[in-house]
């Protein structure tokens, strides 16, 4: 009978690749993250109410930096395509409170006294991230892809995350529809550079492609995102995908979902400074949704619902809100913390956090009534099976382990070998009477 080798890996249920079948009130659960406080405001001359958006977060030295969209001229003809574009950066030691340093890199008559870190084409959209390839050169520890439009995605290095160069003048020999935000990593489970992409599938319907990189110039034909069969067809406005922490050979990616035929609810948009054209607040209604994937290029939707919603902040309800930022930083024990755009097009711009229980994003849940779920026959490495669990004070949970063959409990590892388990435990040692050892 064939198994799923765990070896010691951290699994989650945000799929049903380990999962055979569900009785009783059984089943999958997504876990929305809950809002918290809002971390950045956008001001000052160098941002507007396009700034503050396709946000990245990357961990570095005991900081946080946080890499966003600072000028956008409003109201210039293709303004996508300005070299007045910046991308720039801001500090934490917390992931709460962010300041803007003064980089001296650019000086727009400041003295140099701005945070930003790149002007140009190649800002609009500039995502890094922080190299975690074991072979990479230390003067290009931050690597980055940046640029808009057709066939027009550029890499950059740096050795700092503040100065940056291009990896080479011309684009990425990329095929694509760059006006997003791309997202490129290094793929320690694989051993090469992963780009995330938007594509247009049949010429019209935002959506995403992947592709592999040995050295992040040369990258293979990108190849779109499958998707099992049943699975809704919408539009994906961006990707924010990601491994994730303490589980990378699970990636889960956050999209911003681009609902086109429909339009802002908000009767007055007139404070917007941003409107868009046409329809008043623009075309496009937006949330953001969750998949995830275990090889980059298959995608499961076993959550076809919003991840986050807009919410009761009429500001949040007009064109190209809710887009997640990319990345996940587990900054507290208890508690990992991601990030939100919000009020995009309006002058108060800003970025919320949200927070997550570790590994939390989905669980198998069950009703009072109970449930039960059975795996599919697993073979694995090392001696504790452990658990990330929470139960009401009246709930409770059982494990019990079966033989592959005859599907009948292994001695000593029975439901009854096991009192009911109940509390709220990230990292918990399953035992049975008192043993442990599996």
């Not at 700034?51 to 210039?76: F, H, M, Q, T, W």
């Not at 681009?258 to 075309?283: H, I, K, L």
Request: charged fraction near 20%.
């Amino acid at each position: 009978m064939n198994k799923i080798d765990m070896a010691s890996r951290r699994e989650l249920f945000v799929d049903y690749h380990l999962l055979e079948s569900f009785e009783g009130q059984a089943r999958l659960k997504l876990h929305p993250p809950k809002r918290e406080e809002v971390v950045f405001q956008v001001r000052g001359p160098l941002e507007n109410a396009c700034s503050g958006v396709y946000s990245a977060l990357v961990e570095n030295d005991g900081k946080c930096l946080l890499y966003y969209r600072g000028c956008y001229p409003i109201g210039v003809g293709d303004a996508d395509a300005s070299q007045q574009q910046t991308a720039n950066v801001a500090i934490s030691g917390d992931g709460i409170h962010f300041e803007r340093p003064e980089l001296k890199i650019f000086d727009f008559g400041d003295g140099g006294r701005n945070n930003v870190v790149w002007q140009g084409i190649q800002a609009h959209n500039l995502v890094p991230f922080l190299d975690a390839n074991p072979e990479c050169q230390a003067d290009a520890r931050f690597k980055a892809v940046g640029g808009t439009g057709a066939n027009s995605l550029y890499a950059l290095y740096s050795p700092d995350g503040f100065r940056w160069r291009l990896a080479r003048e011309a684009p990425l020999d990329v095929a694509g529809a760059f006006d997003s935000a791309n997202v490129s990593f290094w793929d320690s489970v694989i051993g090469k550079y992963r780009l995330f992409s938007r594509y247009f599938e049949d010429g019209c319907r935002r959506a995403i492609q992947s592709c592999v990189s040995d050295d992040f110039i040369h990258w293979s034909r990108p190849v779109p995102h499958q998707y099992d069969a049943g699975a809704p067809v919408e539009q994906l406005y961006t990707n924010a995908t990601v491994p994730v922490p303490g589980a990378g050979h699970i990636l889960l990616s956050f999209p911003m979902r681009y609902v086109a035929e429909r339009t802002t609810p908000v009767a007055d948009t007139s404070a917007m400074d941003y409107p868009g054209t046409g329809q008043p607040g623009m075309a496009g209604m937006t949330d953001a949704v969750m998949m995830s994937s275990r090889d980059g290029v298959h995608w499961d939707r076993t959550f076809p619902e919003a991840w986050l919603r807009p919410g009761l902040d009429e500001r949040n309800w007009t064109h190209r809100n809710t887009t997640p930022a990319i990345g996940i930083l587990p900054l507290q024990a208890t508690e990992w913390s991601m990030y939100v755009s919000e009020h995009y097009g309006w002058p108060d711009n800003r970025l919320r956090r949200l927070s997550i229980r570790p590994w939390g994003f989905s669980s198998i849940n069950a009703g009072c009534r109970g449930g039960e779920a059975i795996t599919k026959p697993l073979s694995f490495e090392g001696s504790e099976l452990r658990v990330n669990f929470s139960t009401s004070a009246a709930g409770s949970i059982r494990i019990e382990l079966r033989d592959a063959g005859d599907n009948t409990a292994i001695p000593g590892h029975a439901l009854d070998d096991m009192g009911p388990v109940y509390g709220d435990q990230l990292d918990f040692p399953v035992s049975w009477k008192g043993r442990g050892d599996v």
